[in-house]
């Protein structure tokens, strides 16, 4: 049973700095790229980041581009997002998942809880 367990959110003020994580199970996580997603409150879920299996790529999307660092310990299991310089547009649920790496597409339906990142003074 796949499970994907995010966490590492909370408050900060615009300009604050926070490091997610997001522990998975049941798939050969070093086999899949693994990428984040954000929903904010009325939007749809986008993609903001991602990272092939061995870590030789990443990719992210141009609003957290140069602000956003995704990592990732496949003898841990774990993918990580770094996020520097934080915006209130940041604020969303964080979620990961495995992914398509080409197509930046989810590969499993189901989803974690995810994470609440809000980023106001």
């Known amino acids: 049973q796949v499970q994907l367990v995010e966490s590492g959110g909370g408050l900060v003020q615009p300009g604050g700095s926070l490091r997610l994580s997001c522990a998975a199970s049941?798939?050969?996580?070093?086999?899949?790229?693994m990428g984040w997603f954000r929903q904010g409150p009325g939007k749809a879920r986008e993609s903001v980041a991602g990272i092939e299996w061995d870590s030789s790529i990443t990719y992210y999307s141009d609003s957290v581009k140069g602000r956003f660092t995704v990592s990732r310990d496949n003898a841990k299991n774990t993918v990580y997002l770094q996020m520097n310089s934080l915006k209130p547009e940041d604020t969303a649920v964080y979620y990961c998942n495995a992914v398509a790496f080409t197509t930046r597409n989810p590969v499993y339906g189901t989803w974690g809880q995810g994470t609440q990142v809000t980023v106001s003074s």
């Open positions: 049941g798939f050969v996580f070093s086999v899949y790229s």
